[in-house]
């Protein structure tokens, strides 16, 4: 299997399971992938999905290079497709999508984290989109979601040098929220998730869509859009839990 899902307390750990080839992404590991993202999304038992790489060196150290090669046109495009299919699932995932970083995250396998809505980094991490060292351009998102995280210079200074950063470094700019010693990564994620798991399932959605909506629209349009999502929550059974809960002082009952 080269997409392992393990599921425990409603958390789906997704690892990539290829670490012969540093966990590089050819069609099957992407489908692979793409379906068990789907599938832990769909599943009810799970409210938040941790994504990492199987071994101590690689999350994803990018697309597979030795499937690239033999590309024609056609052959590119479909290989883009299916990538951005698979970040688009990752990105509009209802349910909370965190990327353990536990090594490489290289050219692609750096795009899948930007796809991710929080990025956690073992302290051997190394990012980077090297694409141009191989004549290419970032093709799953780099060059959209990059400088949307880290801003717009930061994010051309690493695309068109192709130079790789390390987890201090990602963590500088933004790229990750915590650094982490290798060994307690998949702890790490799993507290975050712990605290997510807590909260209202219907907020987090909808926090996160709005979150995602914001790069696209301007503040007018965005404040706008926010104040309807936050009006609808008043139809919810959760929402008026969550308030009752605090003037009853207790804790809420959401899941
Ligand atoms: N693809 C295929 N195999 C890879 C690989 C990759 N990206 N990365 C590593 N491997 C394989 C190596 O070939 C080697 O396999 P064997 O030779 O043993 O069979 C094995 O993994 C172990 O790697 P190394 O021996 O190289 O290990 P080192 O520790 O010496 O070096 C490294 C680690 C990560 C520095 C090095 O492996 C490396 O530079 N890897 C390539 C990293 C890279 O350039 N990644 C970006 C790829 S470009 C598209 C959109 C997006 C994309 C593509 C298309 N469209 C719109 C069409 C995305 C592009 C990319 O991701």
């Given at each position: 299997m080269l997409v392992q899902t393990d599921k425990k307390d409603k958390i789906a750990v997704i690892t990539v399971n290829r670490p012969d080839a540093l966990n590089a992404m050819?069609?099957?590991?992407?489908?692979?992938?793409t379906r068990a993202i789907t599938l832990a999304v769909a599943d009810?038992?799970?409210?938040v999905?941790?994504?990492t790489g199987a071994g101590k060196k690689a999350f994803v150290a990018g697309a597979d290079i030795k499937v690239m090669q033999k590309f024609d046109k056609e052959g590119a495009k479909e290989f883009g497709k299916l990538g951005h299919t698979l970040a688009s699932a990752i990105e509009n995932s209802p349910k909370p999508v965190i990327a353990a970083v536990n090594g490489f995250a290289l050219g692609g396998g750096c795009e899948i984290a930007l796809a991710c809505h929080i990025r956690i980094a073992s302290d051997n991490a190394v990012f980077g989109q090297p694409e141009v060292k191989l004549g290419l351009i970032p093709g799953w998102g780099g060059t959209q979601r990059l400088p949307r995280i880290v801003g717009k210079g930061i994010a051309a200074e690493l695309i068109i040098t192709g130079r790789n950063i390390d987890a201090e470094d990602a963590y500088r700019i933004g790229l990750v929220s915590q650094v982490v010693p290798l060994d307690s990564l998949i702890h790490s994620a799993k507290k975050i998730a712990h605290l997510i798991l807590k909260n209202g399932p219907n907020a987090i959605a909808s926090s996160l869509d709005q979150v995602n909506l914001s790069a696209g629209s301007s503040l007018e349009e965005g404040l706008e859009?926010?104040?309807?999502?936050f009006a609808d929550l008043f139809e919810t059974d959760e929402t008026r839990e969550?308030?009752?809960a605090f003037v009853e002082k207790r804790?809420?009952?959401f899941r």
């Amino acid at each position: 299997m080269l997409v392992q899902t393990d599921k425990k307390d409603k958390i789906a750990v997704i690892t990539v399971n290829r670490p012969d080839a540093l966990n590089a992404m050819n069609f099957d590991v992407i489908s692979e992938l793409t379906r068990a993202i789907t599938l832990a999304v769909a599943d009810s038992d799970i409210g938040v999905i941790v994504l990492t790489g199987a071994g101590k060196k690689a999350f994803v150290a990018g697309a597979d290079i030795k499937v690239m090669q033999k590309f024609d046109k056609e052959g590119a495009k479909e290989f883009g497709k299916l990538g951005h299919t698979l970040a688009s699932a990752i990105e509009n995932s209802p349910k909370p999508v965190i990327a353990a970083v536990n090594g490489f995250a290289l050219g692609g396998g750096c795009e899948i984290a930007l796809a991710c809505h929080i990025r956690i980094a073992s302290d051997n991490a190394v990012f980077g989109q090297p694409e141009v060292k191989l004549g290419l351009i970032p093709g799953w998102g780099g060059t959209q979601r990059l400088p949307r995280i880290v801003g717009k210079g930061i994010a051309a200074e690493l695309i068109i040098t192709g130079r790789n950063i390390d987890a201090e470094d990602a963590y500088r700019i933004g790229l990750v929220s915590q650094v982490v010693p290798l060994d307690s990564l998949i702890h790490s994620a799993k507290k975050i998730a712990h605290l997510i798991l807590k909260n209202g399932p219907n907020a987090i959605a909808s926090s996160l869509d709005q979150v995602n909506l914001s790069a696209g629209s301007s503040l007018e349009e965005g404040l706008e859009r926010e104040v309807q999502a936050f009006a609808d929550l008043f139809e919810t059974d959760e929402t008026r839990e969550g308030l009752k809960a605090f003037v009853e002082k207790r804790p809420p009952e959401f899941r």
